[in-house]
């Protein structure tokens, strides 16, 4: 098995990537970016536009969290009693979204999509998952998802075998995208 990942690590460095995309196996955080990385790369690749209104609104969250930090830091009161200054809490739906889309264009039956990951920590098990951003539309898709293990997409020197997880995210969309079984 080993020695096939390594043979289609050459054929995808060879064909299409000079830059052959490797991580640091033991640390599991450089597995997860790598991966949520490509993973984007394929759905974007599908047709799916990305929606950014998510990303500009964490960014603006975070200049006003850090405007009250500053602002908490120069209070004329001491912790206790400036508590109430510093509490702030925040609700977005994005939990482990690495991705929100926008429909694919010239579709007027499919929402955007929301991609998930979790790679927990110690654990080589990556679960990815994709659903509708807006779930309670007549349009919206049962929800999808795959866990499987990191270690069918690395070869032993920590490069990413392409093909592989490509087919793998592949498979994921198509099922999204497959019509539901309708029920007499």
């Known amino acids: 098995m080993q020695e096939k990942k ?16 490797k991580a640091n196996l033991l640390d599991h955080h450089s597995i997860k970016h790598l991966l949520d990385e490509f993973v984007s790369e394929i759905v974007t690749g599908r047709g799916y536009a990305e929606d950014v209104r998510m990303s500009n609104f964490r960014l603006l969250m975070g200049s006003i969290i850090i405007i009250i930090a500053l602002l908490a830091q120069f209070y004329p009161k001491k912790f206790p ?4 200054f510093l509490i702030l809490i925040l609700y977005t739906k994005e939990k482990n979204a690495i991705l929100f889309t926008h429909p694919p264009e010239g579709s007027f039956n499919s929402t955007g999509l929301v991609v998930s990951s979790k790679l927990p920590r110690f654990s080589d098990f990556y679960t990815l998952s994709i659903a509708s951003v807006d779930p309670k539309s007549k349009a919206a898709k049962e929800p999808v998802e795959f866990t499987k293990s990191v270690t069918q997409w690395f070869t032993k020197d920590g490069i ?5 997880l490509w087919k793998d995210v592949e498979g994921l969309i198509n099922d999204y995208a497959r019509e539901p079984k309708k029920y007499k």
């Open 81 to 84: 009693e400036n508590r109430d």
């Open 6 to 21: 390594a043979d289609m690590a050459a054929n995808d460095t060879n064909s299409s990537n000079k830059n052959p995309k």
């Open 160 to 164: 990413l075998v392409e093909g592989l």
